[in-house]
């Protein structure tokens, strides 16, 4: 019986270089031309824009009355709660909240069916401001995301972990949420609105 030969692992064939002698002119790799750097360029870098209402982090465009973004699970909670949604804004803020609420929000309310039947009566009150999504899909978190980033007017109310997470990269933009059965205000300067004691 012959020997059985065993398998070398990982033995890989050799590879002649590219620049090697032997190989053709033509087949060889041309070594890379360095480009010279001129001194007098400018340089050029990319900065990003901040928009003009932003003074430092401060926000000039909120004051009231408060346009206050509701989120889908902000509605729920509320209701939950037993909180009057606009009452309970203007409690928090001490002036006149407008709630508004994009077709992502009211399509992903209307898309969880007969149990919240009462977050859908609640969104389609008249109080509220109903704002027109133009993109495609019903993803409310992009659109809230995208809304509040072109438009520095708003603060956004919502309960999502992962959103507020989001929101808080964006520099200028105060966020609402419930803690306690009552309403609070994150990243909000001291500046607006009435005294607080």
Do not use: W
Not at 69 to 92: E, G, H, P, R
Request: charge should be positive; glycine fraction near 4%.
């Amino acid at each position: 019986m012959g020997k059985q030969k065993t398998k070398k692992f990982a033995a890989m064939k050799r590879m002649i270089n590219l620049k090697d002698n032997r190989i053709k002119e033509k087949d060889r790799s041309k070594a890379k031309e360095k480009k010279k750097k001129d001194p007098s360029a400018l340089k050029e870098r990319e900065v990003t824009k901040y928009p003009s209402c932003l003074f430092f982090q401060y926000n000039t465009q909120l004051g009231p009355p408060y346009h206050v973004i509701v989120d889908t699970n902000f509605i729920n909670f509320s209701i939950k709660a037993k909180l009057d949604i606009v009452q309970s804004m203007m409690d928090c803020l001490y002036a006149k909240c407008i709630p508004c609420i994009t077709d992502c929000v009211m399509a992903e309310i209307e898309k969880l069916g007969m149990k919240y039947r009462v977050a859908l009566r609640i969104a389609k009150d008249p109080r509220f401001e109903r704002l027109p999504c133009t993109h495609k899909g019903t993803y409310a978190d992009d659109c809230l995301v995208q809304r509040v980033t072109q438009h520095k007017c708003y603060i956004l109310a919502t309960v999502d972990r992962d959103l507020k997470r989001r929101i808080r990269k964006i520099p200028g933009v105060p966020i609402m949420y419930i803690s306690n059965h009552r309403y609070n205000i994150e990243r909000m300067p001291d500046d607006y609105g009435a005294p607080r004691f």
